[in-house]
């Protein structure tokens, strides 16, 4: 399947790709696209399948998103290429680094690890699709909607940017359906075939105030990418580039040269 690109600046050296996480789209990027194609850097933010502007449809595996990508990046001209992924975009770039080596130069994992994690974002696409998109259906009555199942303010929002209150009845951008149907495969550990390793340079940030990356996740990485390296983002949580911008810049500059 070809994604959906947004793309910024020009540049002969290697491309950049940012690959967004569960219920995020390419323009949560935006800033941080921004600046680092200001650089003189080719950056090209992606919506994942059912994501943003991307197309709907089913998905069996992280080898099925991460062939997403690698069509995609074929058809933009942008291969080899810089991978940095947050979270759930973070297991599909490390997917992509582990089945197609020679596509990703350098590998950024930021705040998710290869394994599995508890069903904490099922309660939250329960009650999106629990949203009665009536004719008139205001934002303020949306959130109001959520509250229950997604207490903290910031992560309603982050998820009601998906909903279309322009369209008559308002309507979900994404493909919801699909993307609740997905929450098992998406909270799973990375199914891997035997040997699967990626030798290239590979940098794990993750959030100081986040857990989602911890210290005994390491020996799982280092088998997988025996070059990772580890660093954190002072003061961020789990949406770190979101979070401390400046911060995560700084650190994914560092590591990118």
Same mark, same amino acid.
């Given at each position: 399947m070809l994604l959906n690109v947004i793309e910024m600046g020009e540049g002969t050296g290697t491309p950049l790709v940012l690959l967004h996480g569960l219920f995020g789209q390419a323009t949560n990027f935006g800033a941080v696209q921004k600046a680092l194609a200001a650089a003189g850097r080719r950056v090209l933010a992606l919506d994942l399948r059912n994501h943003g502007a991307s197309s709907h449809a089913a998905v069996p595996d992280y080898a099925a998103l991460a062939a997403d990508v690698a069509e995609t990046l074929r058809a933009s001209g942008a291969v080899p290429a810089d991978v940095l992924g947050h979270s759930m975009g973070g297991k599909v770039a490390m997917t992509l680094a582990l089945t197609e080596p020679a596509m990703v130069s350098r590998l950024i994992v930021a705040d998710i690890a290869p394994v599995a994690y508890p069903p904490a974002f099922r309660p939250y696409a329960e009650a999106m699709l629990a949203v009665t998109l009536e004719a008139g259906l205001t934002r303020r009555q949306a959130d109001a909607a959520l509250a229950g199942a997604v207490p903290a303010a910031g992560v309603r929002g982050f998820l009601l940017q998906n909903l279309d209150f322009a369209a008559n009845p308002p309507a979900w951008r994404i493909g919801l359906t699909q993307?609740?149907?997905?929450?098992?495969?998406? %909270?799973?550990? *990375?199914?891997?075939?035997?040997? +699967? $390793?990626?030798?290239?340079?590979? *940098?794990? #940030?993750?959030?100081? #105030?986040?857990?989602?990356? @911890?210290? %005994?996740? $390491?020996? !799982?990485?280092?088998? #997988?990418?025996? +070059?990772? @390296?580890? /660093?954190?983002?002072?003061?961020? /949580?789990?949406?770190?580039?979101?979070?401390?911008? %400046?911060?995560?810049?700084?650190? !994914?500059? +560092?590591? #990118? /040269?």
């Open positions: 993307i609740a149907d997905s929450l098992p495969m998406v %909270e799973a550990a *990375l199914p891997l075939p035997d040997g +699967a $390793r990626y030798d290239g340079p590979t *940098l794990v #940030l993750s959030g100081e #105030l986040s857990d989602y990356v @911890r210290e %005994e996740h $390491r020996p !799982v990485f280092r088998a #997988l990418f025996p +070059a990772a @390296r580890f /660093g954190k983002v002072k003061g961020a /949580g789990h949406w770190l580039h979101a979070e401390k911008p %400046e911060g995560f810049l700084a650190a !994914v500059r +560092a590591f #990118l /040269g």
